[in-house]
């Protein structure tokens, strides 16, 4: 029913930046929720930002004004650019999806998830 595959991970240097992307399949007529979320070295999940179906977006407060959420819909892609990188941003991230809408734009966790993808900020 969902299906997710991230890529675009890497290393940057801090300052620089980044775009994820995810492949995302969902077979469903209803709205539904999409987003990444990010877990560091002895942390926990993370979410870092939503969108739904119908473009609403939210994001954590740690990436507001370097991280933006976008979906192409005719390519059924998710993307994260993120912009001025900092080291504490070294992560694992994940796309994800939850077919619970409205409550996906506020629920902390989430239903599907991607394999995962690094990235690495270094000082």
């Known amino acids: 029913q969902v299906q997710l595959v991230e890529s675009g991970g890497g290393s940057v240097q801090a300052g620089g930046s980044l775009r994820l992307s995810c492949a995302v399949s969902?077979?469903?007529?209803?709205?539904?929720?999409t987003g990444w979320f990010r877990q560091a070295p002895g942390k926990g999940r993370e979410k870092v930002a939503v969108?739904?179906?119908?473009?609403?977006?939210n994001y954590a407060d740690s990436v507001k004004g370097r991280f933006t959420i976008s979906q192409d819909n005719a390519k059924n892609t998710l993307y994260l650019q993120m912009n001025r990188l900092k080291p504490e941003d070294t992560a694992m991230f994940y796309c994800?999806?939850?077919?619970?809408?409205?409550?996906?734009?506020?629920?902390?966790?989430?239903?599907?998830w991607g394999q995962g993808t690094q990235v690495t900020v270094s000082s």
């Open positions: 969108i739904d179906s119908d473009g609403e977006t």
């Open positions: 969902i077979y469903t007529s209803r709205r539904y929720c």
């Open positions: 994800a999806a939850d077919l619970g809408w409205p409550l996906c734009l506020s629920r902390p966790d989430f239903g599907y």
